[in-house]
Nanobody, 122 residues
Framework: EVQLVESGGGLVQAGGSLRLSCAAS????????IGWFRQAPGKEREAVLC????????YEQDSAKGRFTISKDNAKNTVYLQMNSLKPEDTAVYYC???????????????WGQGTQVTVSS
């Protein structure tokens, strides 16, 4: 059984940092790309960053450029989302998701975590 479990969310002031973790079980990072998505209240879910399977090519959305980074630890089967210089508009539920081999849009991901809330106060 595949499971993705996010952690690390919380309340932070604007300008602060958080590191989210996505712990995966039942799948290998050699076979799946892991993406981070977020959904703010009243808005559609959007992609943030993704790291592909294998060597880990990174695909970055405009919202993440210069502030967020993604990395993976194969030994721990965990993908991280480091978020710096957080803004109130980053407030959302953050999800990790797994897609076969390459990063894909929302509907191409087969497995999803339950999400972790990130709230950035002004």
């Amino acid at each position: 059984e595949v499971q993705l479990v996010e952690s690390g969310g919380g309340l932070v002031q604007a300008g602060g940092s958080l590191r989210l973790s996505c712990a995966a079980s039942g799948l290998s990072f050699d076979d799946y790309a892991i993406g981070w998505f977020r959904q703010a209240p009243g808005k559609e879910r959007e992609a943030v960053l993704c790291i592909s399977s294998g060597e880990g090519m990174i695909y970055e959305q405009d919202s993440a450029k210069g502030r967020f980074t993604i990395s993976k630890d194969n030994a721990k089967n965990t993908v991280y989302l480091q978020m710096n210089s957080l803004k109130p508009e980053d407030t959302a539920v953050y999800y990790c998701a797994a897609a076969p081999l390459i990063c894909q849009s929302e509907y191409g991901n087969l497995y999803w975590g339950q999400g972790t809330q990130v709230t950035v106060s002004s």
